[in-house]
């Protein structure tokens, strides 16, 4: 099976960049998309395909990929952004999640 | 834009039949496939699997054996069935949907906490 792997968590003072990985092998020949998920609420679409934006999603959301590893880059982080952060592929078998991140703000 | 409910019991023992429901508002039916995914704490997000409007499945590996997904095209509805529930399948459900064509989950559901227990 295909494994993506993030760190457990990750802080950033405000105003900051945070930048969020995901390692999975070969990654950068893969489409990569990031959901944003707050306590007891649904995941939400930030970024798809490495680096494009939903319709609603501020610009300080970016996204990029290359290699073996993916990374959602959040600019002047706010204190809005405080979630978890999954990033999700599609291993030709299934869809797969990475294992989250926890982005504190601080 | 597309709007998903979901509904289903929430409390089940071992060995029952978990059985969920999600209803489509907006948006065109045919346009999308449409998934069960699940989260809990010790697997993290779960893929289950996916139906068109056709019919047509797809589904993990780890979970076919045990999983049927059925579509309603008359009701805009589509349903999870997973059979022989143990304490693993412990989770918040999700239903979800992804364009035709296209590996990224656009809506979700506000999803149902599913606890098997004795």
């Known amino acids: 099976s295909y494994d993506l792997t993030q760190p457990l968590s990750v802080s950033v003072a405000l105003g900051q960049t945070a930048r969020i990985t995901c390692g999975g092998n070969?990654?950068?020949?893969?489409?990569v998309h990031w959901y944003q998920q707050k306590p007891g609420q649904a995941p939400v679409l930030v970024i798809y395909?490495?680096?494009s934006r939903p319709s609603g999603i501020p610009e300080r959301f970016s996204g990029s990929s290359s290699g073996n590893t993916a990374t959602l880059t959040i600019s002047r982080a706010q204190a809005g952004d405080e979630a978890d952060y999954y990033c999700?592929?599609?291993?030709?078998?299934?869809?797969?999640f990475g294992t989250g991140t926890k982005v504190t703000v601080l | 834009q597309v709007q998903l409910q979901q509904w289903g019991a929430g409390l089940l023992k071992p060995s029952e039949t978990l059985s969920l429901t999600c209803a489509v508002y907006?948006?065109?039916?045919?346009?999308?496939?449409w998934s069960w995914i699940r989260q809990s704490p010790g697997k993290g997000l779960e893929w289950i699997g996916e139906?068109?409007?056709?019919?047509?499945?797809n589904f993990n590996p780890s979970l076919k054996s045990r999983v049927t997904i059925s579509v309603d095209t008359a009701k805009n509805q589509f349903s999870l069935k997973l059979i022989s529930v143990t304490a693993a399948d412990t989770a918040v459900y999700y239903c979800?949907?992804?364009?035709?064509?296209?590996?990224?989950?656009?809506?979700w559901g506000q999803g149902t906490l599913v606890t098997v227990s004795s």
């Open positions: 395909r490495d680096s």
């Open positions: 907006g948006g065109s039916f045919s346009d999308y496939y």
């Open positions: 999700q592929v599609w291993d030709s078998v299934t869809y797969v």
């Open positions: 979800a949907s992804r364009i035709v064509g296209a590996t990224r989950f656009d809506y």
């Open positions: 139906i068109n409007h056709s019919g047509i499945t």
């Open positions: 070969h990654i950068g020949s893969k489409n």
